[in-house]
């Protein structure tokens, strides 16, 4: 099992930038992905982004194309996602998650048997 831990969230104002890490620990495979979920109040949990440990894939949603980054760091066993110009919709508390990668459920949070505890971003006008 591997063991996530978030950190880096916090209150930003809209048009700003913060940016999460996670931390992983314990047995991880070649075809192990790492993606970013977030949950909002009331809201389902939703994907953000994900990215291979081995070969510099990465995929975005939609809504945070172009203004989020997914990075990782193999030395270090840690993944980072840069959000940069933070809009008011980005509040919610940030998950990363672990799982083997499947083309057809890395999207999915079903496809993660590996959780972090979650980080609140709360961004402000």
């Known amino acids: 099992q591997v063991q996530l831990v978030e950190s880096g969230g916090g209150l930003v104002q809209a048009g700003g930038s913060l940016r999460l890490s996670c931390a992983a620990s314990?047995?991880?495979?070649?075809?192990?992905?790492m993606g970013w979920f977030r949950q909002a109040p009331g809201k389902e949990r939703e994907f953000v982004a994900a990215i291979n440990w081995g070969g510099g894939w990465s995929y975005y949603a939609d809504s945070v194309k172009g203004r989020f980054t997914i990075s990782r760091d193999n030395a270090k066993n840690t993944v980072y996602l840069q959000m940069n110009s933070l809009k008011l919709e980005d509040t919610a508390v940030y998950y990363c998650?672990?799982?083997?990668?499947?083309?057809?459920?890395?999207?999915?949070?079903?496809?993660?048997?590996?959780w972090g505890q979650g980080t609140q971003v709360t961004v402000s006008s």
């Open positions: 998650a672990g799982g083997i990668y499947s083309s057809k459920l890395y999207k999915s949070s079903s496809m993660y048997p590996d």
């Open positions: 314990g047995r991880t495979f070649s075809n192990y992905i």
